[in-house]
Structures are given as structure tokens and as C-alpha cells.
């Protein structure tokens, strides 16, 4: 629909109806306008998954490797597809616009939400998001670079304020959006936090370069709820404030317009956006289009499956243990907590409901299954944290059928409505008229005798009877506005009783519905503590009777989420103890770390082989089981630098002080940050290892370039190991004699090749000229620094064995005017 179409459909909307269109109509969806052919359009999150409108884990979908995974494949072509996968799940749950890709960075390893952002570099992420982009949108829905900007830590989200430098914000936390604008992004998200004092819903940056300077003519949406005042954001460049149907805008935007506070020339503006929006998706016309899917449904769990494998980072490979020979093999044992319940996905808004998943355990096991016996053990006693009831140990007392019975109430305690659900964990319970309490009721058949931790998670007036003994009943204040908290994982309030295994004991959970504290409601619990001691004592047995060992540790919900920030890269409870006792009982260990985001290792070079796995998706344990056995390469380089201790990270904070951040750091983030301090980290930005090694033979780069030029660096490689394989060629970039603020080096493209035995293979890097470009302070614009620049290539960005230099010229007016 071309502009002119636009505005005549915008000029036949009265004020009022305009208005309207401006705030949600619900939690997901946007107001229709049968009028003028405009369709309720749904969003949804997220990166991983489509979870669709509803919070119910009956409404399964499919789940991706987490961002950090997706990026460590350093694979564009294979992330395009994976937002192939993506559309077709949205189309498939009627999403008409995804709220992906996440395009903040790893700032500090500390990030508590690092499992849904890329990298800690803003070309790598820039490079991943828009092969993400373009896989969702060839599928006909759009994607939304968020959360625009700085929003890379979770302390104080909704208020801090963040101080970034204006160098620094242009060419390190605003690039990967402008890339998600130049490759046609169709939305984008403002974030809760405020930039050098002005919130994102209503900065200028959302005109000026996002609208002008960008020429995004999409629409940019607010986070959930980050709209907090009416005729500030109104007169800035946001566009649609979401959720609905109550918000900051509505009525009080309609008389603000009257008063003249806010001019119908912006209202104009948003409305054209969002309808040129709906135009684009297939929502505004008399016939919505039919999409086809993007990826045929029947390689959905092969392409899972895939992906798992190829962000699978191996960090260490001492012997050559890996891979392993499975005919070799009499026994293995698989050890950890997480061996049997990883950690498929991380925590918070973006959260899927999987139909299944494979177990790390299940996928060593079907791989083996004719030639070795598996032996698993936990290695730690159960957390004491309870989880939400599953419906392997519960069952609901009315039907008898797995799972718990949800019951609303009236504030007479009449029921309202009754559902059979899968699990404990009722984030949406039924919106029924008159409802005053939820209540969860289940029958649980324990599978040990002592002292459980029962829990409920909500707000308001609480109370939970084992057998009909009550033993909580209390009122808890809502004390937090973060909608995480609130909405998706409310706090738990504990209480303790005595159960016996294999007696069936009745759970009822009740807590009341208050104005302003959410209906999610949680029934959870944990066995007693078990002995420390057994359990170690218990993995060291299996590991010497083993002839290898695969131990998978990791974070858990309350050290990585959504909501808060780390205080520990530690491993919590025990992890690293256990690795340091199987490790010792048998050399041949293979350590799996199951976490979003860097964990410190201070056991790493005590184990043969270490393998980073993320947060990677329902096909876990097939993707896994495919590494160690050699079916498949560990394909993945580290997307953000992996340190040895806490204390060595050179930026660390997430804490605000005074409601402010400071990124006092300016350009030296991530890889940069240890250069600038002269430290070496435990792993490199770009580090990984293959099946096979690699030797840098040649680096060819131009020897002279005129300063906006894109160019080719081209580097060759071979492979000298026994296997086939594929190898990551890093370029970067240098420039010692500088009178610009500049990182020591930073990367500047990147390209794979596959060789054979003997082989070699040449790679060519194709380098913007962009990258040599900076933002001048004092000019307010692009400005490229005559002289010698160094090129550097490798296979991290702390292994660069091969380097030129190329000499920078600027150009004359003229020849920048005949370009």
C-alpha cells in the first residue's frame, strides 16, 4: 500500500479512533478497525520460542537454542533459518508480529538476562540479528529489534538511568540497531530504562538517528508498560504503547490533543506507522494473505537439532579425548544436576512451553544404547529451591488424570470455573467475572520420607493446607514493579510439613486476587535435603567404574533470569566440588556447562574436555549426544569472552549508583575491555575448537583504500589434523598511531570454510567500511582517521597469528561526490 493510501486511510479516522489505535487492545493484541480493513494484530514473545498469546503449557511450542547459543554458531545462513522456523510457528499460532531479536549487549558477564542477547560485540551481534531478521520476516512476520538502548543489565530496569558516552553509544550499543534498520526491520522496542536522563519511551534518540537519520518507517513499541506519562511520549517518536487496554494514553492522549499539549500531526504519523505495519503482515485489506512456511514442518526437530550442535562451544580438548569412540565404550557415566533436568531455555517473559525435550541423559543413552551401559547420578543431594508440581508425581483429585486441578473462586469461596493443568505453575489462571481467589489443588505421591518445602508463589492473601492441615495462612504486599516478579515468576512463600513416601497427601494452594499484584499463582515443592557427602561419594563411585565420564553442570532459575542480575559467576551449590571429585576418580571427564552466560571455571584445565553448551533448546540432548560422539563438530565460537575468576573481569558492574549507571568503560567492552587492561581471560571472544587443527598460512589485504571503501581480506588456511572440518577465520582490525578514542583492535568481519585432511581453504572477508570509520564528538558525525590501519586474522580475538597493514586515505569532496 503505497504512502498516499496511507494517509487517505488515516485522514478518515476521527481523533477518538485514531487515539485508540495507539494502545493495545489486550496483553498481545492491537485494536481492529473494520472501517477501514485494519485487523487485530497479535504479538508475542520471544527469541526462543512463540509462546502466542496465552501463558498456558498446554499451548506448546517449539524451542530454540537460546541467542547466546545461536550466536556462538558464528553461522548466519543456519540462524536464518532458524527465523524461518520462528515465522512458521508464529503463523501457525496466528502472531502476526514477534517480538525478537534482542540486540542489547553482554556489557558484563553479570547480565542476568545474557541468555536472550547475542554477544558482547556489537558486529557479531548486528551480523546474527539481521540473518535473524531477514529468516522471520521472508516468513511474513515482523520482527522487533529490541530493547532500544542500553538496556544490558536487569538491576533497577524499569528506572535506571543509564550515562553512555556519545561515542560509545553510537558505535557500540546503537550499531546493531542501525543494522536491523538497514536490513528493513519492521519494528522496534524502547526499553524501560531512561539514556543521560530522558526514558527511551520518550527520548529524542527515538526521532533522531532511529526515524531520521535511519529512515526506520516502522513502528516502535513499547516494552510492556515502559509508557508512563501521556503528552512527553506522545510528542515523542513512540508509537504504540503496549499493553492494553489501560495505559498512559487513551483518554488522557484525547485531551491532551485538545489542550494542544500534543499535536494530531504525531498521532498522524503513529497511526500511518501501524497501519503501514498491518499492510506489511498481511492485517489491513479485505484478504489476508496465505504465507507458506518458511521451514517444512518435518525438519523442524532436525534443524533443533542442528542448531544444538553447532553453538556447542569446546573450549578444551586435552589428549584428544573427544571425540568419543562409542565402540570402545563398556560403561559411561552421565553426572550433574543438570544430566537429566537441564536448563532448555532461560527464565522470565521469553519462556516457551515445550511439548518434550531430550535429556542430555536420554541422548547419550540412545546413542550408546547397543554398545555401552549408561550409569547416571545427580552428584548433589535435591536443590532445596522448590519447583513448580509436575505432572509425573501429581495428579488432579477430581479427574485422576495427571497434574493439578485449578479452581477460581468467588469471594464466597463458590467456584467459578475448574481446569485440569499439566503443572504447578499457573501463570494465566481463567479470567472469570467475580473472581476473587485462585486455588491450586493437587495429590502428590512423595518419593521420600521427611521434611518437604512447600511453597506458593504469588501476592495478596496466601494460604496452603497439606491434608486439610493448614500450615500457611497469610497476607504478602506486593513490594516490586517489575512486571517479571509480578506477572511470570512470582516470589515463593514457604512452609515445611512431614510426608511419607509413597502415601498420597493432598495439596491445597489458595492465594487472593488484590487490584495491582498479578494472577499468576505456583504450587511447588522440594524433597528434604539429602546428604552432600552420599551424593559426592555416590558420583566418585560411578565415575571409577566408568570408562569415561560425561558431567553436565550448570546455573539454575535464581542465578540466570530475567528480573535481576548475577551477584556470582560461581557455579552455585557444590557444582564445582563435584567436578573437581569425578575429574580426579577418572581422567577421562568430559565437562558440559549448562548456562547462558559465562561461569567462572576454576577446575578448567583439571578436566580433559570442556564443552560450553548454553541454554540449547528442546533437542538438548540429540545436539549434545552428536558432539561428544563425533556425528557432529562442535561448530560454535565463544560470543563473548569467557574469564578465569570474578575478580579479573575489568567491567563487572550492574549496580546503579544514585539511580544512574555508569558506563565509565565507553568503547572498551567485552574482549576489548581485557586488551585495553592487558589481561588474558580464561577464553577468548572467538575461541573454539573442532575436531581437527588448523594452521594460518597467508593473509592478502589491499595496501591502500580510500576511507569508505569496502574491501576484501583474504586469508588462507589449512587443515592439518586427520578429519574434515570447518574453521571460523576472524578478522580484525588495529590502529596504533590514532589521535581517536579507539579500542586496541576490534573485529571487523568474519567468514567459515570446510577443508579436508591436507586441504586448505581460502577465506574471504569481506570488511565495511564501516568498520574503520568513528563517531566524532566534537563534529556530532562519521568521520574516517587518515594513516595506517593494522589487519589482523584468526581464530579468536586473542589468536591472531597473521597480520598486514593497509594504508587509509581520505577522499577529496570531489571524489566523495562522484562515488
Request: with cysteine.
Amino acid at each position: 500500500m503505497t504512502d498516499e493510501e496511507l494517509d487517505t486511510l488515516v485522514a478518515s479516522l476521527g481523533l477518538d479512533r485514531k487515539v485508540r489505535l495507539l494502545t493495545g487492545a489486550s496483553g498481545w493484541r492491537t485494536h481492529a478497525e473494520p472501517a477501514i480493513g485494519l485487523r487485530s494484530m497479535v504479538t508475542s514473545d520471544g527469541p526462543v520460542g512463540v509462546r502466542g498469546e496465552s501463558w498456558d503449557e498446554r499451548e506448546t511450542s517449539l524451542v530454540l537454542p537460546s541467542p547466546t547459543a545461536l550466536a556462538a554458531t558464528w553461522d548466519e545462513q543456519l540462524v536464518r533459518e532458524m527465523g524461518g522456523l520462528l515465522a512458521s510457528e508464529a503463523r501457525r499460532k496466528g502472531v502476526g508480529v514477534l517480538l525478537a531479536p534482542t540486540l542489547n549487549l553482554h556489557r558484563t558477564p553479570l547480565g542476568g538476562r545474557h541468555f536472550e542477547c547475542y554477544s558482547e560485540d556489537p558486529l557479531l551481534t548486528a551480523r546474527i540479528g539481521v540473518a535473524m531478521i531477514h529468516g522471520i520476516q521472508a516468513g511474513g512476520v515482523a520482527a522487533t529489534a529490541k530493547h532500544f538502548v542500553a538496556n544490558d543489565a536487569e538491576t533497577d530496569r524499569l528506572t535506571v538511568d543509564v550515562r553512555v558516552g556519545e561515542q560509545a553509544l553510537r558505535e557500540v550499543y546503537l550499531a546493531p540497531f542501525e543494522a536491523a534498520v538497514k536490513a528493513g526491520v519492521q519494528a522496534v522496542m524502547s526499553a524501560y530504562n531512561a539514556v543521560n536522563g530522558t526514558t527511551m519511551s520518550a527520548h529524542p534518540l527515538l526521532a533522531e538517528p532511529l526515524k531520521g537519520e535511519w529512515a526506520f518507517d516502522g513502528v516502535v513499541v513499547s516494552d510492556w508498560g515502559a509508557v508512563r506519562s501521556t503528552a512527553e511520549t506522545a510528542r515523542a517518536a513512540q508509537d504504540l504503547a503496549m499493553p492494553g487496554p489501560d495505559g498512559a494514553w487513551g483518554d488522557a492522549l484525547l485531551e491532551a490533543l485538545r489542550a494542544g499539549a500534543v499535536a494530531e500531526s504525531a498521532v498522524d504519523d503513529k497511526v500511518r506507522r501501524l497501519l503501514r505495519l498491518a499492510d506489511r503482515i498481511g492485517a489491513l485489506g479485505t484478504h489476508a494473505p496465505v504465507w507458506r512456511p518458511v521451514v517444512p514442518e518435518t525438519r523442524h526437530r532436525a534443524l533443533l537439532r542442528r542448531a544444538a550442535s553447532a553453538g556447542t562451544v569446546l573450549v578444551r580438548n586435552a589428549g584428544q579425548l573427544l571425540p568419543l569412540a562409542a565402540g570402545q565404550l563398556r560403561t559411561v557415566a552421565v553426572i550433574g544436576p543438570r544430566a537429566a533436568h537441564p536448563r532448555i531455555q532461560g527464565g522470565g517473559s521469553a519462556e516457551v512451553f515445550p511439548e518434550s525435550f531430550v535429556s542430555p541423559l536420554e541422548g547419550i543413552q540412545e546413542q550408546v544404547r547397543h554398545t555401552a551401559r549408561v550409569l547416571h547420578v545427580p552428584g548433589l543431594p535435591p536443590q532445596r529451591r522448590p519447583a513448580p508440581l509436575r505432572r509425573e508425581t501429581t495428579r488432579d483429585p477430581r479427574s485422576g488424570e495427571p497434574g493439578v486441578l485449578v479452581r477460581v473462586l468467588d469471594a464466597q469461596g463458590a467456584e467459578l470455573h475448574a481446569e485440569h493443568r499439566l503443572s504447578g505453575r499457573i501463570v494465566e489462571p481463567a479470567r472469570v467475572e467475580g473472581a476473587a481467589t485462585v486455588e491450586i489443588r493437587a495429590l502428590m505421591r512423595p518419593d521420600t520420607t521427611g521434611e518437604w518445602t512447600l511453597a506458593v508463589g504469588g501476592f495478596g492473601l496466601i494460604s496452603l493446607t497439606v491434608d486439610g492441615r493448614t500450615v500457611l495462612d497469610e497476607e504478602f504486599t506486593r513490594d516490586t514493579d517489575d512486571p517479571t516478579h509480578i506477572h511470570v515468576s512470582p516470589p515463593y512463600r514457604c512452609a515445611r510439613a512431614a510426608l511419607t513416601a509413597g502415601y498420597e497427601t493432598e495439596i491445597v494452594a489458595r492465594r487472593g486476587l488484590a487490584p495491582d499484584t498479578g494472577i499468576a499463582t505456583i504450587l511447588a515443592a522440594a524433597p528434604p535435603p539429602g546428604s552432600a557427602e552420599a551424593a559426592l561419594a555416590e558420583a566418585v563411585s560411578a565415575a571409577r567404574a566408568a570408562d569415561a565420564v560425561v558431567l553436565i553442570v550448570g546455573t539454575t532459575e535464581q542465578t540466570e533470569s530475567e528480573g535481576s542480575d548475577r551477584v556470582s559467576l560461581s557455579l552455585p551449590g557444590g557444582q564445582d566440588e563435584l567436578v573437581r571429585a569425578v575429574a580426579s576418580a577418572n581422567a577421562r571427564t568430559v565437562v558440559v556447562v549448562n548456562s547462558g552466560g559465562p561461569v567462572a571455571l576454576p577446575w578448567r584445565d583439571e578436566v580433559a574436555a570442556l564443552l560450553i553448551g548454553w541454554f540449547p533448546g528442546q533437542e538438548a540432548g540429540h545436539g549434545l549426544a552428536d558432539v561428544l560422539f563425533g556425528r557432529s563438530e562442535p561448530g560454535g565460537r565463544l560470543p563473548t569472552t569467557w574469564p578465569a575468576q570474578q575478580d579479573d573481569v575489568p567491567v563487572l558492574n550492574t549496580a546503579p549508583a544514585d539511580g544512574a549507571l555508569r558506563y565509565s568503560e565507553g568503547l572498551h567492552i567485552g574482549y576489548r575491555a581485557w586488551l585495553r587492561a592487558s589481561q588474558a581471560p580464561a577464553y577468548w571472544f572467538g575461541h573454539g575448537l573442532g575436531y581437527t587443527s588448523w594452521k594460518y598460512e597467508q593473509l592478502t589485504a589491499p595496501d591502500t583504500l580510500g576511507g569508505e571503501d569496502t574491501f576484501d581480506v583474504r586469508v588462507r588456511v589449512r587443515n592439518t589434523g586427520a578429519r574434515a572440518g570447518r574453521e571460523v577465520v576472524q578478522v580484525y582490525l588495529a590502529r596504533e598511531d590514532t589521535s581517536v578514542e579507539r579500542p586496541v583492535r576490534w573485529l571487523a568481519g568474519h567468514a567459515a570454510v570446510h577443508a579436508r585432511p591436507g586441504e586448505s581453504a581460502e577465506a574471504v572477508v569481506r570488511i565495511s567500511g564501516t568498520a574503520l570509520r568513528h563517531w566524532s564528538v566534537e563534529e556530532h558525525g562519521w568521520r574516517t582517521e587518515a594513516g595506517v590501519f593494522t589487519v589482523h586474522a584468526g581464530r579468536s580475538a586473542g589468536d591472531l597469528p597473521l597480520c598486514a597493514e593497509l594504508a587509509v586515505r581520505t577522499r577529496t569532496p570531489l571524489e566523495s561526490a562522484f562515488r
